[in-house]
């Protein structure tokens, strides 16, 4: 039995496709404590981020919002619960383009 082999997909330049509007100056996600941070051994957030937007930084985590998938996985994986996490306001955000 032939199985058909699955087309390689570049997760990169599928994300290149979607557009992201930024709502400066008021990030959707936030880092309640960045003690919080500092003592997560394990920094789930940083791995899982599928956007990337998590970084570890000397002092601590960094988190730069813009181009997020809205997806909500860093607030489910961060065992701490030190983010605040919210959808954009109307008409910011992710915006899809197939879809």
């Known amino acids: ?3 058909p082999s699955l087309p390689v997909v570049n997760v990169e330049e599928k994300l290149f496709q979607n557009r992201y509007r ?3 100056g008021r990030p ?3 880092i309640r ?7 997560c051994q394990t920094k789930p957030c940083i791995v899982c981020c599928p956007a ?3 970084r570890l930084e000397e002092d ?3 988190l730069v919002v813009d181009g997020c998938l809205e997806c909500g996985t860093c607030r489910i994986v961060c065992a ?3 983010i605040d996490w919210n959808y954009p306001r109307g008409g910011f955000g992710i ?5």
């Open 95 to 99: 915006l899809f383009k197939f879809g």
């Open 22 to 24: 930024v709502d400066a």
């Open 80 to 82: 701490g619960g030190n």
């Open 52 to 54: 990337g937007c998590w």
């Open 60 to 62: 601590g985590v960094d």
């Open 33 to 39: 404590e960045q003690a919080g941070c500092r003592r």
């Open 1 to 3: 039995m032939n199985t």
């Open 28 to 30: 959707h996600i936030r």
